[in-house]
Every structure is written in C-alpha cells, then in structure tokens.
C-alpha cells in the first residue's frame, strides 16, 4: 500500500509536469511532506535531508550534531517546566544515544568490527548501526527474537540499510548473554543499551551543558547509564535532585548502584518504579493520549517507552522550584 502509494505520487511528478512548473512541483512536495508525516517516516526522511545539508559541510570525523542541546522553557497550565532537547542532538543518534556512543567510539581502532545487543524497537540499534557506518566500523546486530528477521519493522530494516549484520537469536538466549556480560561474540563489545564505562563522560556532559543548578533534574531510565553519567559529572552535596523514571520493571541492580553512588556524593536520587506501564515496551491507551495532548500542545513529541512515562511521572508529582527534563529523545520508525 505504501510503496504503491509513493511510486503513485513520483509517477505523478514525472508524468505531469516538469521541475520547471514551480507552483506545481511546490504543491506536489507539500503533498508528499504530508504524506511522509502521515506514514511517520519522516525520521528517515529529516535524516536524509540533515546528511544531505550538514555532512558536505562537517569534516568527515564529526557528526551533524545539535550540540550542546537547547534549553528551552515550557509554559505549561499550572506550572513551568524547562526542557532540554537533547531529541534534537541528531535524527537518528538522538537523545542520549550519542553522549552514550562518543566515548565507545573514541576508543576503537580503525576499522575494528562491533558487536552489539538489543530488543526489536530499541533506540539503540539504530543509533549503533549508523554511527558504524559513519566511523567506517562493521558491526554485528544481535536482536532478541529469534523469530523476527529484517522485515520484522521499519527499525531494523533501517539498521541493515546501515549495513549492519543482524543476527536473531531466542530471548532466553538473549538473558543468558546478559547475565554473561555479553561475552563469546566477535570484535568489540557495545552492549545492550550503549551502556559501559565508556557512557560516563558523555552523559556528564549533559549536566555539564546546564548553566544553572536545577532544583529538580528529572529523566527516564533504563540501563541507568545516563543517569549514571550525570551523577558522576554533579558535585557532591549539590542541591539539584535527581528523579529517575524506570521504564523497566525491576529494575533492582541498576537502581542499587545509582543509589549508592548518590549516596556516596550526598545528592538525593528519586527512583521512581511505578509508572513503568508494567515494563519496557508496554504503555496503556491513556499513556498514548496524554503524549499526543503534550506533542499538539508543545510540538515536542514524546516516545511512549521512555518520555511518555517522564510526562505521566510529571503529571502526577508537584515539584518546587526550577524542574528541568531531560528530554532523551526515542526515534518512531
Ligand atoms: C529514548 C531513551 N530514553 C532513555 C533511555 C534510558 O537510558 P539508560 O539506558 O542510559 O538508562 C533509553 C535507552 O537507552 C532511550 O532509548
């Protein structure tokens, strides 16, 4: 239906008019941009004409990156909310994929082959496969569900367009490999989510951007990388308090470490575990709604994953004083 629709609207362009006819060929791209927004595409579609505008004019080492990410301040019924944009760093590497990816990247060889780990709809697979290609890597996906394949979703068709290898294996399969700590597999590890050592640096730089020091920080999370990296970066004893939104259910280990290290540093760290819609990839009817009332009323959209369940979090919680989002992006294929 789609393809068929798409070569309609090209046929359309070549069969009856020429580029020559501008106020033709204008209503025709106006038809064709709402078409793409309408098929939600219009990811690939922003990426390809971002790659096309900045990567002609960036050396070929750097990335069309937004960076540092806009602050910006909402003026929401009832309350202020500042926001920081960290969904505009990049269509594809959005969010806090690159800040989690920079230090990974910076540490490998030229040329030197990757293996990484993910669910169907994780942010992360893309993320990885197009930074790969960009740095000259070959990269192994390996997906959780072994019976999925490339077809499966607009997701990981894009990341084989990005020449990554995608290799599908069963869930438990996928656990027993987390538990192991990934090992057994070619090349250098990236594990599931970006996360590692390597995340830490990056993701400081987030708090390292705010010029201010907030009186509430509030982001979703999931391996707990990003937040990691953002307690590591604040100095001890800082008054800004730290809400961290699980996405996943349980998510004992992680939330023990960053606690600990808030601890340690005498931050106070919130660990929210109520509102994860019961676990990573599951939202209810009313969670959906909410967002799509958010992204009508602010142009910001929100993924139902990760910052849907941070707007629901907010919803539900008055906090005093100066609250700043991360925004942690989350790519809709
Ligand atoms: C959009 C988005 N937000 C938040 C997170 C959670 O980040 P972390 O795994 O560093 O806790 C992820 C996962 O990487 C994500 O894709």
Request: hydrophobic fraction near 40%.
């Amino acid at each position: 239906m789609l393809t068929t629709a798409l070569a309609a609207i090209a046929a359309f362009e070549v069969v009856f008019f020429s580029k020559h006819d501008k106020t033709l060929f204008g209503f025709v791209k106006i038809l064709w941009v709402q078409f793409l927004f309408k098929h939600r595409i219009y990811n690939i579609w922003l990426c390809s004409k971002l790659h096309h505008c900045t990567f002609t004019t960036m050396k070929s080492d750097q990335f069309p990156f937004n960076l540092p990410s806009p602050l910006e301040k909402l003026h929401l019924p009832g309350r202020d909310l500042w926001i920081k944009r960290d969904d505009l760093i990049h269509p594809i590497v959005s969010g806090n994929k690159w800040r989690k990816l920079k230090g990974f990247f910076q540490i490998l060889v030229p040329g030197e082959p990757i293996t990484t780990f993910g669910g169907a709809y994780s942010n992360h697979l893309p993320a990885a496969a197009f930074a790969a290609k960009h740095f000259g890597h070959p990269i192994i996906g390996v997906v959780r569900g072994e019976e999925l394949n490339a077809r499966s979703n607009g997701l990981l068709a894009y990341c084989q367009s990005q020449g990554m290898a995608l290799e599908f294996i069963s869930r438990s399969a996928f656990k027993f490999l987390r538990e192991q700590g990934w090992t057994g597999y070619r090349g250098r590890i990236l594990p599931e989510g970006g996360a590692g050592p390597h995340a830490l640096e990056g993701c400081g730089e987030i708090w390292r951007e705010l010029a201010d020091e907030p009186d509430h920080l509030v982001l979703a999370s999931g391996t707990c990388a990003t937040v990691s990296g953002i307690l590591a970066a604040m100095p001890p004893h800082c008054k800004t308090q730290v809400h961290a939104v699980s996405a996943v259910k349980g998510a004992l280990k992680e939330h023990t470490a960053v606690q600990q290290q808030a601890s340690a540093k005498h931050i106070t760290l919130h660990w929210e575990d109520e509102i994860h819609f019961g676990g990573f990839g599951k939202w209810s009817p009313s969670l959906l709604e909410e967002d799509k009332k958010f992204e009508k009323s602010t142009g910001i959209p929100l993924d139902p994953n990760y910052n849907g369940k941070v707007w629901a979090y907010l919803q539900r919680t008055s906090l005093e004083g100066k609250v700043v989002w991360i925004h942690t992006g989350g790519v809709r294929f």
